[in-house]
């Protein structure tokens, strides 16, 4: 299952607190986007203005008019895969994305299946997961740890944590099969790979995605 069209029913309502130019958590710096797709940026502004969005692969510009919420959102065109790039967003204010890579972007999704990090749970060891670990630095592959949150409705964006690139750490608290799987795909096609991490075990119903 494929990257943004999905990632839009992810997670809500904006959090203006503050008038100025925002986006959510998970438009961050080391960001990857899907290859070859028309993925949507959005986000917030308190200005009436139109918002640009000038993606550095290709130098072309984007406009969106923010609605009455102050709510912006374009769809953008992405090359074949490769990077780093930079996308530049302004309201007047300017917000940078530094090294966005273009790859492969999947959703890893499910209960404690998914969610069992290659360090293991308590007393619940994964077979060979410290050479797994141990070998993990690869700054082609980045990770997005979801923050756990029930919610009743769909949201706009997520608690806060930011894109990672690949290394022993954050893999260790990364989902062995979401990561093990998109390990497996690099070493395949060699291209720029992001997984997301949507996984809750035991919630009574599992996220689905469109």
């Not at 374009?74 to 990077?83: D, E, R, S």
């Not at 592959?141 to 690949?166: A, C, E, G, H, M």
Request: hydrophobic share 35%; aromatic share 12%.
């Amino acid at each position: 299952m494929k990257f943004f069209t999905a990632l839009c029913l992810l997670v809500a309502a904006p959090f203006i607190s503050q008038a100025k130019l925002q986006l959510p958590w998970f438009f961050s710096d080391n960001m990857v986007l899907q290859q070859q797709s028309t993925p949507a940026i959005w986000g917030w502004t308190d200005k009436k203005n139109a918002v640009t969005i000038t993606t550095s692969w290709n130098n072309k510009k984007y406009t969106a008019q923010p609605d009455n919420k102050g709510k912006w959102k374009v769809a953008i065109a992405t090359p074949k895969a490769g990077g780093p790039y930079e996308i530049s967003i302004s309201d007047g204010q300017i917000i940078k994305i530094r090294n966005i890579l273009i790859g492969e972007v999947w959703i890893c999704s499910g209960q404690s299946n998914m969610e069992m990090p290659l360090k293991g749970f308590n007393n619940q060891p994964i077979n060979h997961s410290n050479d797994i670990v141990f070998n993990s630095t690869n700054d082609q592959i980045r990770l997005y740890n979801v923050p756990r949150s029930t919610q009743p409705t769909p949201l706009d964006t997520s608690k806060n944590f930011s894109w990672k690139i690949s290394n022993p750490e954050d893999v260790a608290n990364f989902s062995a099969t979401g990561y093990t799987f998109g390990k497996f795909l690099y070493d395949q096609l060699k291209v720029p790979i992001g997984l997301i991490n949507v996984s809750y075990g035991g919630t009574p119903l599992s996220r689905s995605w469109t």
